[in-house]
């Protein structure tokens, strides 16, 4: 079974500029999470899904950050205007239906590290 | 709220010695306990969790924790490492129905031959 995909691996920009990562779940998955890891710390969740609906994006600034889940698979970040404290690793994670979703394992992808010029 | 504690950022150990991760936890309601493991450019990967009952759990690789409610801690232990073992270890928490886990800073672990 394929784990969760996620491109780029790795992304350079210049200030100012968009960028875009793409995730692709477990399949059966349907809750997906987008995660921030800045370097030397745990990830920290942006977003969640559960199917196509963004039910927890308390932590998602959106000024400057989206995210969308079309049709309750594949999902994209975005970011536009990048600045340079976004620099870090944006990871996708996916975790099956579940009656209790905090003893699900969430499966995570190996990340695009965003580094912002 | 959730709260992890992982209370050492650094921790190197010689091969085939042994190692003990430590993590403490916050949490006002009963709680779900996890270990995942990060190597280098790769996502994180499950190592064990606590979810009820026996409070000692065995994990991959050797890798096994014990729940000590009294403590609030979920420490993580192997008898005897290997090169292999080289990684970011990150500790989390949840808890029935939570809407997402918390996880600690992480602590590295470098393993000198």
């Known amino acids: 079974e394929a784990g969760v995909v996620q491109s780029p691996r790795y992304k350079i920009i210049e200030k100012k500029q968009p960028v875009a990562f793409w995730c692709n779940p477990i399949?059966?998955?349907?809750?997906l999470y987008w995660y921030l890891q800045n370097l030397g710390q745990g990830p920290e969740l942006l977003i969640r899904y559960e199917n196509e609906e963004a039910v927890d994006d308390s932590q998602l600034p959106k000024d400057r950050f989206s995210a969308e889940r079309l049709k309750g698979v594949d999902s994209t970040l975005k970011i536009q205007p990048a600045e340079l404290g976004d620099s870090a690793v944006y990871l996708c994670?996916?975790?099956?239906?579940?009656?209790?979703?905090?003893?699900?394992?969430?499966?995570f992808g190996p990340g695009t590290r965003l580094t912002v010029l | 709220a959730q709260s992890v504690t992982q209370l050492d950022s650094q921790v190197p150990v010689f091969e085939e010695a042994p190692v003990e991760l430590r993590c403490n936890y916050s949490s006002s309601v009963s709680v779900y306990l996890f270990w995942y493991v990060q190597y280098p450019n790769q996502g994180l990967q499950l190592l064990l969790k606590y979810l009820s009952g026996s409070t000692l759990v065995k994990g991959i690789n050797g890798f096994e924790a014990e729940f000590n409610k009294s403590q609030t801690s979920f420490h993580l232990r192997k008898p005897s490492v290997h090169i292999s073992d080289t990684a970011e270890y990150f500790c989390?928490?949840?808890?029935?129905?939570?809407?997402?886990?918390?996880f600690g800073q992480g602590t590295r672990l470098t393993i000198n031959p």
């Open positions: 994670a996916s975790s099956p239906r579940g009656r209790d979703r905090g003893r699900n394992e969430q499966f």
């Open positions: 989390a928490v949840s808890g029935p129905g939570a809407q997402k886990l918390v």
């Open positions: 399949s059966g998955h349907n809750t």
